[in-house]
């Protein structure tokens, strides 16, 4: 363990906890800090340093590397393209680093500039957060069923990408999201709500609090009922984290489980069609 950072050997494995996995690392040999940058170059462009000791040193290396724009993103704009590295320091001569890694956004860490006017809360950074990853979100024409809705940040950012929405949750909502186009709002608990009388959803998105097993067997019975088309759920952990639960979300065949920069003690679970 370094700090953050864990080496495993072996190929690379599925690791939803991990917001970024550095391939095949390597250690450099360093001799002074122009040296260190140098060897770097040689490798690729783009790096991020992983500063968890050696500040001083791990700085002055990095500032003579070109500069990786840390700008927010816009929601809807494509994720960075340029290959990244991660590197840091293990001792005052020697560099960890990994010209490849599994995320494009330093550490995993994706930004975006956020609507501190609209939304009744900071949730609606997960879609952002995971449909910049997927690659997908809903748009005009798909219908969205957003489960354990209230007070609606969901539901809000939902519709602010086009898509129509059913609100499901026995509290209410934010009237200012009540009140937006498209949204109609089902004051009753997600659980009891029968998949027969919702008919098809482009997606059901939930970020429901409940214990994991609880969501397995809501997700279970939607994905039996056939009518749902894409899922994006969170699975809140509440205590000891459900090990054995996860496992059971990352084997639904085509599934995709990860740990987003705004997750806390949660993963997000994902079904595209």
Not at 47 to 59: K, N, S
Not at 165 to 183: E, Q
Not at 207 to 234: H, M
């Amino acid at each position: 363990m370094h700090g953050r950072l864990l080496l495993a050997a072996g190929p690379p494995r599925a690791a939803a906890w991990s917001q970024n996995v550095w391939h095949e690392p390597m250690r450099i040999e360093i001799a002074s800090i122009g040296d260190a940058a140098k060897k770097l170059r040689a490798l690729q462009r783009n790096w991020a340093l992983y500063d968890f000791q050696l500040h001083r040193r791990a700085a002055l290396i990095q500032a003579q590397l070109p500069k990786v724009s840390a700008k927010p993103l816009r929601f809807g704009e494509p994720p960075p393209s340029a290959p990244l590295g991660s590197w840091t320091l293990l001792d005052a001569n020697t560099i960890l680093a990994a010209p490849r890694c599994s995320s494009p956004f330093p550490h995993g860490e994706a930004r975006f500039v956020e609507d501190r006017t609209g939304p009744p809360s900071r949730a609606y950074l997960k879609l952002w957060e995971a449909f910049t990853l997927l690659g997908r979100k809903p748009g005009p024409g798909e219908l969205c069923l957003d489960l354990g809705a209230a007070p609606g940040g969901w539901s809000w950012a939902l519709q602010k990408m086009g898509a129509e929405v059913i609100s499901v949750d026995k509290a209410p909502l934010d009237p200012a999201v009540a009140a937006l186009p498209g949204i109609a709002h089902l004051r009753q608990s997600a659980f009891a709500l029968d998949p027969a009388e919702v008919g098809p959803v482009d997606w059901l998105c939930s970020d429901v609090i409940c214990y994991p097993a609880r969501l397995l067997a809501l997700v279970q019975r939607w994905l039996e009922s056939g009518r749902a088309r894409n899922y994006l759920c969170t699975i809140k952990f509440q205590g000891s984290t459900d090990h054995a639960t996860a496992r059971a979300f990352a084997s639904i065949p085509g599934a995709r489980l990860m740990h987003l920069s705004v997750n806390k003690h949660e993963l997000t679970w994902a079904l595209l069609r």
